[in-house]
């Protein structure tokens, strides 16, 4: 089972890749000239989805302008099924989104693999409404087998610029047993932190070949890093805070 498991997961990523690879290009482009242009880049998600912008974030060999909007309310630790019940409530994403500083020409992602959900697709709807580029990581057939429970019948990928499809099955398990009668092993975070890491890899190399140098921080455990990172915080932290608590 470890072994089919994972041989899932490859095949997994060789069909994103082979399926999505443009759109990806086409985001990456997006995040590149948003950094050129000194614009930042947001990361939203709800449950398990938040750890996208955990991996993104203050990331050794990752881009030093990217902003997690992080909702204690929506995560995990302050109650899973709270949490849960959360994400579904229409017209919440208002009461942290006025906050949360969006602007023209900023890149926000936002993740949920069913997309079905209202607090995501707001997020979306008002970072577009902020003049923000949308970039959503679902997957529309999971959402096209459920309803919408957005007040107005809503989903992610609808409500995005540009989607990228993790091409994940309705109910984000991939394994089955002959002595179970529900499916097991999830993989919608493991195609979520290749798409959004493949996504900042081409945007740094789109930048080179702009002939600008992207903001890349250094891990804090090599010598002479220190430096180097001080002073991408120093010039980030006015738009993200979280840089220095």
């Given at each position: ?17 082979k ?144 989607t990228i ?81």
């Amino acid at each position: 089972m470890l072994a089919k498991y994972l041989n899932e997961v490859k095949e997994l990523l060789t069909l994103v890749e082979k399926e999505e690879g443009q759109k990806m290009k086409n985001a990456a482009r997006a995040l590149a000239e948003c950094i050129q242009n000194n614009g930042i880049i947001h990361v939203f998600g709800c449950g398990h989805s938040h750890m996208l912008g955990e991996e993104l974030f203050y990331r050794a060999g990752g881009l030093a302008p990217i902003k997690p909007i992080f909702v204690e309310d929506l995560m995990l630790h302050k109650g899973a099924v709270r949490s849960s019940l959360m994400e579904k409530q229409n017209d919440l994403a208002g009461s942290f989104m006025e906050n949360a500083d969006i602007r023209p020409g900023d890149v926000v992602i936002v993740a949920s693999t069913s997309g079905r959900n209202p607090v995501p697709v707001d997020v979306a709807e008002i970072s577009k409404e902020s003049g923000a580029f949308v970039i959503g990581i679902t997957s529309p057939r999971y959402a096209n087998t459920q309803s919408s429970r957005h007040k107005d019948g809503k989903y992610l990928y609808s409500s995005v610029d540009l989607t990228i499809d993790n091409h994940i099955e309705p109910g984000d398990a991939m394994m089955e047993h002959s002595a179970l009668g529900i499916r097991f092993g999830s993989a919608s975070s493991i195609i979520g932190f290749a798409i959004v890491n493949s996504l900042m890899a081409e945007a740094v190399e789109v930048m080179i070949k702009n002939g600008y140098e992207p903001p890349i921080f250094k891990s804090g455990n090599v010598d002479g890093a220190e430096q180097h990172n001080r002073e991408l915080v120093k010039k980030y932290k006015s738009r993200i805070p979280l840089l220095e608590g």
